[in-house]
């Protein structure tokens, strides 16, 4: 079954949330260096460090988080993320998963889960006071929730957000650390945008079964 | 204590404590006060845990402005408000202000025994709106 599919059969794939933390923490700890040198470009260079720490954590607690229904353990795993990972990046992406938590029913199918994103995008814009358009991972989330709504398939979505990670790159930076460079930081892949993209294959590719 | 409560968050622990040090040079004891800086692992950055511990340290009836310098500051305070919840979360207050003079301005407004808002508003009369 794949994302593709899902809104013709009504309900999603049953993933192992333990199966999707492991890969969701191997992605980013195999990205960390590629991160923090994005970061280090154009912000304070911690980005990858700071990610790492924060997916290891989860990782540690996945047993914990896995006995959980969908939309606590998802709520678990964001404020798990606000504890470890220090920066913004902790408040911004603890937030994404907090609301998606909120927002998620127990066993999504393919219609509550693209609400329950949007619903995220919208707490996550909220919190860093951001909106599309500003070189942030708000720039992949938003192209990665049209791509749902349009009944995308899994491929599709995953390379939407890669699209829109690397459309980051000729983009000025209007928020966050990156914005204090101005036209200087046109020419770089925000460290944001990049890590929210791969977090989105890894997803991705869980839930359509290809990994 | 009745005095508003001043709360300093900084990417350092550096900046942040010798930010407290002006602080209390100019108000003593007689504001409730706090800070922290610093990742939580020895390196710089802020955390969300510190932050709300620095509330409860520095925590008073009448309110707590949070001082902050950079981005991640700001939002890892305005996380930690919102966590700590209500009934406490309507008290507390991030300035938009600049974090050593916004420190001290505010708690001197704090000393004499000035409202939140007052305080704050102080805080925000350093920032070019």
């Not at chain 2, 504001?31 to 990742?39: D, Q, R």
């Not at chain 2, 209500?86 to 916004?102: F, L, M, S, T, Y």
Request: net charge negative.
């Amino acid at each position: 079954m794949s994302l593709g599919t899902l809104d013709k059969t009504g309900t999603m794939n049953k993933v192992d949330l333990k199966t999707l933390i492991s890969v969701a923490a191997d992605t980013i700890a195999a990205h960390a260096e590629e991160l923090t040198s994005l970061d280090q470009a154009i912000g304070d260079g911690d980005h990858g460090l700071n990610m790492k720490r924060g997916f290891e954590a989860v990782r540690a607690e996945a047993d914990t988080f896995a006995t959980k229904p969908l939309p606590d353990a998802l709520k678990a795993i964001g404020t798990k993320l606000v504890m470890t990972v220090g920066g913004a990046s902790g408040p911004l992406f603890g937030t994404l998963f907090m609301a998606l938590g909120k927002e998620i029913s127990a066993e999504p199918d393919r219609a509550n889960l693209t609400a329950a994103f949007g619903k995220a995008i919208e707490a996550v814009a909220a919190r860093g006071k951001s909106q599309v358009g500003q070189k942030t991972m708000l720039d992949v989330l938003q192209p990665v929730h049209d791509a749902l709504l349009q009944g995308k398939t899994g491929p599709e979505i995953t390379d939407a957000a890669d699209s829109a990670a690397a459309a980051t790159v000729p983009m000025k930076a209007l928020r966050g650390r990156a914005s204090f460079l101005g036209d200087r930081s046109i020419g770089h892949m925000d460290a944001g945008a990049r890590s929210t993209a791969l977090l989105v294959r890894a997803v991705t590719e869980i839930i359509e079964g290809q990994a | 204590m009745s005095n508003v409560g001043i709360v300093v968050v900084s990417h350092s622990p550096l900046v942040a404590e010798g930010t407290a040090d002006m602080v209390r040079q100019m108000v003593g004891d007689e504001v409730p006060l706090a800070w922290c800086g610093g990742n939580g692992h020895g390196g710089l950055g802020t955390n969300v845990e510190a932050i709300m511990a620095a509330i409860d340290k520095a925590w008073s009836e009448a309110g707590v402005a949070i001082l902050v310098d950079l981005g991640g500051a700001e939002t890892n305070s305005e996380m930690a408000v919102e966590m700590i919840g209500e009934p406490r979360a309507h008290k507390i207050i991030v300035c938009n202000a600049p974090i050593v003079e916004g420190a001290v301005m505010a708690a001197t407004e704090a000393s004499g025994g000035a409202s939140l808002r007052e305080v704050v508003a102080t805080a925000h009369e350093l920032s070019p709106s």
